[in-house]
């Protein structure tokens, strides 16, 4: 598939980054350091650096734009946003939460969210976001793993999921509800956290919390397993800001949408911290996906960057090309997508139907910020995740005999590696110290992904080290195989999984979703099983087909070929508290 060279387009400002070589031999980590305000003597404070820096000049300007599930909006400008902070961090403060002390929030995405998220970092206490639609097991395992000490979710979720567990919860010592009705009763043992905010002081001064401090706590995807506690420092907003200009292409009165929920590490480091502290106005939606609907809000709320997730865009390549043509989307300057391999077909639709080429790029709730992209001025290869962020250290791995790992020869598929020492890299999994020290081996972080290195030093995502199947002694990364299937006009998802065959080890089973108008049967299982075979060989290509009505993912969008696997293979489904509700 050729590359696809991007034209300027007249009336958009430069790129950021325009030579990706003098780019990386130019970059340090000092240099970038040195860009953030700082707090007098060495300290950092990630709410300082998004929101307070911005007051003597910005003061005025919407830091939040809120599109309530009531069709309403409500702005907080970032004055508004630091007195609010303040106000909570002192609420923290007067309630004795200590610093380190950690705060969950469990909330729709509304503007208290975002207020207890940066409150709780300017108190110098952790912030952990929980997914609003978890269901009480879920909420238990992340409160109890996470030693939560305060809670701020809102009446109804409090009800429906907390109440519950308040016995089995010893730590967690307050409970701040946010009212959603004026007026509404409250129950025992919670506080209004309004009348709290009012009593409290506007003018609370930033914890001095130093760079090695810890800031957020991240549960991870849970996409193979149990999902984990990473831990984050106040050092992270040093990439956040940096990863914002270089990878997202930031320009000042740029406003920009994540549609990812702070629920999951995309939402708080881009969905809320990296625009800020580049004094961007940040779109906030709390409705759920509903494609017409996006298209016209990226239209009117005047969007120049979107980061979005492969899951969605490929719902939206199930309502057509001809949709987006309805709206004028020449203000968008730029669009990304993180969190699963977007397939060839998803970058050749965006150019065509959109048209903007979508940018993928690469990092984990381990790595806190972005670590391998697409950037604006460089070509993009359909399929492959870009190239290393100026000051990341890639590589392509294998273990050696002498238990040693070493890089492969370019083009050799092998484990995707990090050179450790990136500011927003996680500083242990909680309460696991024996898991995040096997992370670690001869220099390097291993990420646990497969991937490869063309001549170009474009980096290429195989699979996940557990989901790559190995057929007949091949290695068979499953994003080859559901991108070719994708490129098919009947189907809208597809995950391939190996599963075991007493002759070829395992053999390569591909499920499938298909695009509204296509009606399932044995000729187009044929069809779409002749198709795979004459783009990727007999090797390579699905023994066995199923087509299903869809695939089970977690609420992140992503696809769980573990528990397709489980379901195949009749073995126990692991832990589902990530799954999405079919
Ligand atoms: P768990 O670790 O609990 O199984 P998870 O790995 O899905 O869950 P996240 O940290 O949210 O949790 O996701 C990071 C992973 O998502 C990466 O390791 C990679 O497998 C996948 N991923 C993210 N971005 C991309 C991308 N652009 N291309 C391919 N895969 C991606
Ligand atoms: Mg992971």
Redesign the pocket.
């Known amino acids: 598939m050729e590359a696809i060279e991007k034209r300027h387009e007249p009336g958009h400002p430069s790129p950021n980054l325009r030579d990706y070589d003098d780019a990386c031999a130019r970059f340090s980590w000092a240099a970038a350091r040195a860009l953030m305000a700082q707090l007098p003597g060495g300290g950092l404070n990630i709410c300082f650096e998004a929101v307070d820096r911005h007051v003597p000049l910005l003061g005025e300007h919407v830091a939040l734009r809120c599109l309530t599930r009531q069709g309403t909006r409500r702005e907080l400008t970032y004055r508004e946003l630091a007195a609010q902070t303040s106000r909570f961090a002192d609420v923290l403060a007067r309630l004795g939460v200590a610093k380190g002390a950690r705060v969950f929030g469990l909330m729709g995405r509304i503007p208290e969210l975002y207020v207890a998220a940066l409150g709780t970092l300017k108190r110098g206490a952790v912030f952990c976001p929980l997914f609003s639609a978890f269901g009480p097991e879920p909420l238990f395992s992340r409160l109890s793993i996470g030693d939560g000490a305060v809670l701020v979710t809102t009446p109804s979720l409090y009800r429906k999921k907390v109440a519950g567990l308040r016995e089995r919860l010893p730590a967690l010592q307050h409970v701040l509800l946010v009212r959603e009705t004026p007026g509404e009763e409250l129950p025992p043992g919670t506080l209004e956290l309004e009348a709290l905010l009012r009593a409290a002081s506007p003018d609370r001064p930033v914890e001095p919390t130093r760079p090695e401090d810890p800031a957020l706590l991240h549960f991870?995807?849970?996409?193979?397993?149990?999902?984990?506690g990473a831990l984050h420092c106040h050092r992270a907003v040093v990439q956040h800001h940096v990863t914002g200009a270089l990878a997202l292409d930031f320009h000042p009165a740029d406003v920009f949408w994540c549609t990812a929920d702070p629920g999951?590490?995309t939402g708080t480091s881009y969905g809320i911290i990296s625009p800020l502290t580049h004094g961007l106005t940040v779109l906030v939606d709390e409705n759920e996906f509903d494609g017409e609907r996006w298209y016209r809000q990226l239209e009117e709320e005047r969007v120049t960057v979107w980061y979005t997730a492969p899951t969605a865009v490929r719902m939206l390549m199930r309502l057509g090309d001809e949709l987006p043509r309805r709206f004028d989307l020449s203000r968008l300057r730029f669009i990304a997508?993180?969190?699963?391999?977007?397939n060839p077909e998803a970058v050749q639709w965006s150019v065509r139907a959109l048209p903007h080429a979508i940018h993928?790029?690469?990092?984990?709730?381990?790595t806190g910020g972005i670590m391998i992209a697409n950037f604006r001025a460089m070509p993009i290869k359909p399929g492959s995740?870009g190239k290393p962020l100026p000051g990341i250290r890639a590589g392509v791995v294998e273990k050696q005999a002498n238990g040693e790992y070493a890089q492969v020869p370019t083009g050799a598929v092998g484990e995707l590696a990090l050179r450790p020492g990136w500011p927003a890299m996680f500083a242990t999994y909680l309460h696991e110290e024996e898991r995040y020290r096997r992370c670690f081996a001869s220099d390097w972080y291993l990420?646990?992904?497969l991937a490869r290195v063309d001549a170009d030093g474009y980096f290429w995502?195989v699979g996940?080290g557990d989901d790559v199947i190995k057929s007949s002694g091949h290695l068979i990364g499953p994003?080859e195989v559901e991108s070719v299937l994708l490129e098919h006009p009947a189907v809208a998802e597809a995950g391939v999984i190996g599963k075991p065959d007493p002759v070829a080890g395992e053999l390569v089973k591909a499920f499938v979703s298909l695009k509204p108008g296509f009606a399932e049967g044995e000729a187009l299982r044929a069809e779409l099983l002749a198709h795979a075979r004459k783009r990727l060989g007999a090797v390579v290509a699905p023994k066995e087909l199923a087509i299903v009505a869809s695939l089970p993912r977690?609420r992140?969008g992503?696809i769980m070929r573990r528990l397709l696997k489980a379901r195949e293979l009749g073995l126990p489904e692991g832990d589902l508290s990530t799954l999405e509700a079919p």
């Open positions: 991870t995807s849970g996409t193979t397993g149990k999902p984990k999951w590490v997508s993180v969190g699963e391999p977007l993928d790029n690469w990092w984990q709730t381990e995740m990420t646990g992904d995502f996940r994003f977690t992140s992503k």
